[in-house]
């Protein structure tokens, strides 16, 4: 059970003070979490121009106290964001949460599958789920070039090379990339 789950379970009864205090806490922390993305970063998530301002105004802020104060009120402007998709966002930019491992491990197979023995069949089921590829050629190299490099023992020069453009094409589908 998430933080979040808590937010949505007793619609009907009273919360407590303790419950709106935990509540408040968890939307401070992922308004710190914003606020230790980069500029670049903190673009490429899905939230209000209040709330860009006011993590804008964090940076310019200096005191101890009156950056909590300010954290406080970023929760409080929290409260109007869909902040499960911004958790989820920022997840992302985590090489230590399990959003980041798993998208890392699902292009670690799909590349495995591509230089592997159903590579024709895997390339085009990857075409048809990714039209907005380009350079088609490139990726048929790549994949050309790490299926050779497979029996030369200890070179992976291609294969992350492979990897990387499996990356850069799925940051750009989700957005992280732009």
């Known amino acids: 059970m998430t933080d ?3 937010f949505e379970n007793e619609e009907d009864t009273p919360k407590s003070k303790t419950q709106i205090k935990r509540e408040m806490e968890a939307l401070q922390e992922i308004g710190k979490k914003l606020l230790k993305l980069s500029k670049n970063q903190q673009k490429k998530v899905p939230m209000s121009d209040t709330l860009r301002d006011a993590l804008a105004e964090a940076d310019r ?10 954290l406080q009120y970023i929760g409080k402007v929290m409260r109007t964001e869909d902040y499960e998709a911004i958790d989820q966002r920022i997840a992302l930019f985590d090489s230590t949460s399990a959003a980041y491992n798993k998208l890392f491990h699902q292009l670690e197979i ?31 190299q790549l994949i050309r070039q790490s299926q050779k490099e497979m029996s030369q023992e200890g070179k992976t020069t291609n294969r992350k090379k492979l990897f990387r453009f499996l990356r850069e094409t799925e940051e750009k589908r989700l957005g992280l990339n732009e």
């Open 110 to 140: 799909k590349r495995d599958a591509l230089i592997g023995e159903n590579s024709k069949e895997e390339l085009s089921n990857y075409l048809e789920d990714h039209p907005e590829i380009q350079d088609i050629q490139l990726l048929r």
């Open 4 to 6: 979040f789950d808590q």
């Open 61 to 70: 802020i200096k005191h101890h106290e009156a950056t909590r104060r300010h």
